[in-house]
């Protein structure tokens, strides 16, 4: 069994892989566009976006599922808690984890980019009213997307073998990013939504944290309402 301090390790690295490689594609897009606004981006740059971040996924859930189960999200780790199936001591050490290579992952993306992509609206991958849905709708995008990804891992990962399961997760994340992507930016990962934010304050562009509580609280939800979900409508093998 893995230790404490390999648990947070690998989800310290499995978040930064996410969020660096995909966020990256959407500051190659903006940057190819020559400082294209998000709201700007089209189809088929989502369905690249939707690729990239599920991609990485996928890579991160095969390399370290072994070692911490592959949350790589802290609404992942809230359901699964909540549904009586996390340990309640290893959660504090997942968030921080998750939260900590997050905003390393957006840290080196500056650095790697430069402070110009900063000054573009959803720099460094940040999330917003892409679609101009206000919040109620980028509640309900959230709540859905998120409740789709924690579906899919509860029935693909819970259930069965997590590294059987990387591909099948990973290309629900990009179907889900294609879909909502334009709508919300498609965050559903409070932890990827919160790193660029603050590197976009760190260096004086404005970010839209009114829209943070919506971002943080509608993927949870989402999550936790799959993981009953889940469980309500599982058939028992015996």
Not at 144 to 162: N, R, W
Not at 224 to 235: H, N, R, S
């Amino acid at each position: 069994m893995a230790s404490t301090m390999q648990k947070f390790l690998a989800e310290l690295i499995g978040s930064f892989i996410l969020v660096f490689f995909g966020t990256a594609s959407v500051v190659l897009v903006l940057l190819v566009n020559g400082g294209l606004d998000i709201a700007a981006i089209t189809m088929a740059d989502w369905v690249a976006i939707g690729l990239a971040f599920g991609l990485a996924l996928t890579v991160a859930i095969y390399a370290l599922a072994p070692i911490s189960g592959a949350h790589f999200n802290p609404a992942v780790t809230i359901g699964l808690w909540a549904g009586k199936k996390f340990p309640t001591s290893d959660v504090p050490v997942y968030l921080i984890a998750q939260f900590v290579g997050s905003i390393i992952a957006s840290a080196a993306l500056l650095f790697m980019a430069g402070t110009q992509i900063a000054s573009t609206t959803g720099a460094l991958g940040s999330v917003g009213d892409v679609g101009g849905i206000g919040m109620v709708g980028i509640f309900i995008a959230e709540f859905l997307g998120t409740a789709l990804l924690m579906y899919c891992i509860m029935a693909a990962a819970v259930d069965g073998k997590a590294k059987d399961a990387a591909l099948s997760i990973g290309l629900v994340l990009a179907g889900i990013i294609v879909a909502i992507g334009g709508f919300s930016g498609c965050g559903i990962n409070p932890s990827r939504v919160f790193a660029p934010m603050l590197m976009n304050t760190l260096v004086g562009t404005a970010a839209p944290w009114n829209l943070f509580p919506v971002y943080l609280i509608a993927p949870i939800l989402g999550a936790i309402v799959a993981v009953y979900l889940y469980d309500f409508l599982a058939v028992s093998e015996e």
